[in-house]
């Protein structure tokens, strides 16, 4: 008859996968916790200004998380930096790993336009060049602006898109599934183990050994024990995947997360950009 371990080696291989897995989740969210801190701080470097550190905060946090949503902001950064073939390579970055966005229509209408400016740009290399002063005995013409940190309203009237964590509850439901069933995986193996040594103590002494009345109940706690040990690798590596494939909520609309728009007009010419929250 089939030792102990036999019975019970299923059900402690599948416990063993679903404690490694808890294990690694304080690492995963710690991951998570951290991007968020690096967007807050790319987010204050591009209110200041600051295109360099708001570029490396951007694209550390993107790094972290993977929400597409980020690289919109790391093509706001480059647009402002003037370098608007790395904005274009981004926007269209963006629309590869979130092709069915409903912002499509927008990004594409904002590639074509970044499109234009660069052959402008490349039509006119010195286009950007600032003029000489004019002379002291002629007034500089009145220069109509608007401080590029103006706030202004967007124009589409539908909710901006979210940024929000990304929906793991479907991850969770499966490794719940799986821890349950490797509670069953053991408690059913304990059970076919506790059947076996009554037989072992029991008829598998007798001269006519155990018959197949005596065996049945034993192979069938053992079956239940396979069978709930495959559920919980199941549930295991589809809790995985989920957990890792989960994507940011962008489709949806929640109060607190807007994107902040702004424009302004400089000599180079005007521009307007919305920065997403994280």
Known sequence: MKSLGTFLKPAIIAAGCLVLLGASLP???????????????????FNTSDYDGALREFQMAYKLSKRPLILLNVANVYERMGKLQDAIDYLKKYLAEDPNTKDRPTIELRLQN??????????????????????????????????????????VSSQPAVVGPPNRTPAYISWGVGGA???????????????????????HKTAQGCSDSDISPIKNMALVSTILTG????????GTYLFFSAKPQATETATGYVPRVSGGVAPGGGGVSAVWRF
């Open 181 to 203: 069933a490797v509670i069953g995986a053991v408690i059913t193996g304990v059970i076919a183990k506790g059947k076996y040594d009554d037989a072992d103590s029991g008829c």
């Open 114 to 155: 970044l499109y234009k400016r660069v052959e402008e740009q490349n039509k006119n290399p010195d286009a950007g060049v600032v003029a000489p002063a004019p002379s002291e005995t002629a007034p500089p013409p009145p220069i109509a602006s608007v401080p590029p940190t103006a706030s202004v309203q967007p124009v």
């Open 231 to 238: 559920v919980a690798v199941v549930g295991a590596g589809v």
């Open 27 to 45: 690492a995963l969210a710690g991951s998570d916790e951290d991007a968020r801190k690096h967007f807050q701080a790319g987010e204050s470097y």
